[in-house]
């Protein structure tokens, strides 16, 4: 397997969940500008989306949409147990966070690192982000993790968000503030961190 990945994009989720699994995989960097991997390929023949992650498998087949990815990488190495098994109800709660992380969090954040969007628009986009993390923040404020006492692949993925907020100027609550230095500390999120030179080895 190759992960196709951005430094610190929401690809860092997959990447965690690569480390945390313990898979064997290589990985490949993406100029999300000019849309060249760092072997000099072109990424929209390998991804026609041009957005990270990509996954591309030993048969060839590539897999795009973090939140479909990491479940994928999860049920690998069932022994891990990063996601419940598919078909059970705990397997739905982990898809409903997976799919609020992707379409109310992740994408609200976008717009705050766009320069053309201007500030009192980014202001609004704040205000909903806010609103939006009072949901996590009170469940991590009783459970270590979103899907209880075990880390799932739901945690990679918020972490990788959350990790935005210091880039963008937004305030985490305590209870996520706590829950981000929690998830830092793991291994693999700080074995991760390293290979993508967000922190030093
Ligand atoms: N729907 C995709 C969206 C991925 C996404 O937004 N990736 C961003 C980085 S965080 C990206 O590659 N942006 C550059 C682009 O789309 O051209 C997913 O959830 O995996």
Not at 4 to 27: D, M, Q, R, T
Not at 105 to 126: E, I, Q, R
Request: glycine residues 6%.
């Amino acid at each position: 397997m190759k992960l196709f990945y951005k430094a610190g994009a929401c690809s860092l989720s997959p990447h965690i969940v690569l480390n945390e699994c313990g898979l064997s995989y290589a990985s490949e960097a993406v100029d999300l500008v000019t849309k060249k991997t760092e072997t000099g390929s072109d990424y929209l023949a390998i991804n026609p989306k041009g957005s990270v992650p990509a996954l591309l498998l030993d048969d060839g087949q590539i897999l795009t949409e973090g939140a479909v990815i990491v479940q994928f990488l999860a049920d690998r190495a069932p022994e891990k147990k990063l996601a419940p098994p598919m078909g059970s109800m705990e397997r739905y709660r982990l898809m409903e966070w997976l799919n609020f992380i992707a379409s109310d969090l992740h994408k609200t954040f976008g717009p705050l690192f766009n320069p053309k969007v201007p500030a009192d628009a980014k202001a609004v986009f704040k205000d909903i982000l806010a609103a939006r993390l009072a949901a996590p923040a009170r469940v991590l404020a009783d459970k270590p993790f979103l899907m209880g006492d075990a880390f799932s692949v739901a945690d990679a993925y918020l972490f990788t968000v959350l990790n935005w907020a210091p880039r963008v100027g937004l305030e985490l609550p305590p209870s996520l503030a706590a829950y981000l230095t929690r998830v830092a500390a793991r291994p693999a999120v700080q074995a991760t961190l390293v290979a993508e030179g967000l922190i030093p080895a």
